[in-house]
């Protein structure tokens, strides 16, 4: 099982990423797939989920900034984030079928 995320970057407040996990070595439209996060100092925090069938949630605090989605033809899942704030600054992970990304890393800063 392999996943890799991309997309991660530098960003100004209010501004916009597309984070993208591409997975492999696993039935991907089989499996429920996340989105977590860790900002410095601070523990891991999920923020978003979606299921085999497309269903999706959030963390409270997100909804509305960001939007998972996902390619099963392609074997990937995305993460658009939007209105970004300083404290969306963190390490984001894709996870799933019980394993973990090695993380892409989001700046927000001016």
């Known amino acids: 099982v392999q996943l890799v995320e991309s997309g991660g970057g530098l960003v100004q407040p209010g501004g916009s990423l597309r984070l993208s996990c591409a997975a492999s070595?696993?039935?991907?439209?089989?499996?429920?797939m996340s989105w977590a996060r860790q900002a410095p100092g601070k523990g891991l925090e999920w923020v978003s989920a979606?299921?085999?069938?497309?269903?999706?949630y959030y963390a409270d605090s997100l909804k509305g900034r960001f939007t998972i989605s996902r390619d099963n033809a392609k074997e990937l899942v995305y993460l658009q984030m939007t209105s970004l704030k300083s404290e969306d600054t963190a390490v984001y992970y894709c996870?799933?079928?019980?394993?973990w990304g090695q993380g892409t890393q989001v700046t927000v800063s001016s």
């Open positions: 996870t799933g079928w019980r394993s």
């Open positions: 070595g696993f039935t991907f439209r089989s499996a429920a």
């Open positions: 979606i299921t085999r069938d497309g269903s999706t």
